[in-house]
């Protein structure tokens, strides 16, 4: 079973530039999580959907962070503008909804240096 | 507020001796409880999970942990520790909060082990 892909490995933008991260999650998982994980801490969720719905984007800076995921399998992940503060690595996971099959699977990740 | 700590930044263990690497979470009910690995430029592996029954729930590479409900404990263990097993490894809470299936994260605990 092929696990869940990420796009690009690594990406180098300078401050105020805009980028996008692509993920695609393991096939059948209706769920699908983006993590923002800044060196020396645990991921933090960005957003959750379910399906192509949004179930929590709490965490989302949305004033320069945007994300879709509009046919309910794969996502993308947007920040215009960027800021030195978003040096991070970008994870995606994705999980089965279903009470007992809670495992989230990540992907390898996208990590992002704003210069 | 809900959280998750790992009290120890990194745990130093020879190889053939038990590791332990701790985790204790502030979380409302009965939470499922989560251990993940991490390789540099890798994305999060799964170990293990407790969701209910065994207090000691098994996971992969040969590691246990043991949940705690008086303590609200989740540690993570293993008999004998190989160098490989050098990694960065998270703790993660899934509160049961109806309609999201959302994580929290510790901070990280490195693991070293000394050949």
């Known amino acids: 079973e092929a696990g869940v892909a990420q796009s690009p490995r690594y990406k180098i933008i300078e401050k105020r530039q805009s980028v996008a991260f692509w993920c695609n999650p393991i096939?059948?998982?209706?769920?699908l999580y983006w993590y923002q994980q800044i060196l020396g801490q645990g991921p933090k969720l960005l957003i959750q959907?379910?399906?192509?719905?949004?179930?929590?984007d709490s965490q989302l800076p949305k004033d320069r962070f945007s994300a879709e995921r509009l046919k309910g399998v794969d996502s993308t992940l947007k920040i215009q503008p960027a800021k030195l503060e978003d040096s991070a690595v970008y994870l995606c996971?994705?999980?089965?909804?279903?009470?007992?099959?809670?495992?989230?699977?990540f992907g390898p990740g996208t990590r992002l240096l704003v210069l | 507020a809900q959280s998750v700590a790992q009290p120890e930044d990194q745990v130093n263990v020879a190889e053939g001796n038990p590791l332990t690497v701790k985790c204790t979470y502030s979380?409302?009910?009965?939470?499922?409880l989560f251990w993940y690995v991490q390789y540099p430029n890798r994305g999060l592996q799964f170990l293990l999970k407790?969701?209910?029954?065994?207090?000691l729930v098994k996971g992969s590479y040969g590691f246990e942990a043991e949940f705690n409900k008086s303590q609200t404990s989740f540690h993570l263990k293993k008999p004998s520790a190989l160098v490989s097993d050098s990694a960065l490894y998270f703790c993660?809470?899934?509160?049961?909060?109806?309609?999201?299936?959302?994580?929290?994260f510790g901070t990280g605990t490195r693991l070293k082990v000394l050949a």
């Open positions: 993660a809470v899934r509160p049961l909060t109806s309609g999201t299936y959302k994580y929290i």
């Open positions: 959907f379910q399906n192509n719905g949004v179930v929590d």
């Open positions: 979380v409302s009910g009965n939470p499922y």
């Open positions: 407790y969701i209910t029954g065994d207090n």
């Open positions: 996971a994705s999980s089965l909804p279903r009470l007992g099959e809670e495992t989230q699977y």
């Open positions: 096939s059948g998982h209706a769920t």
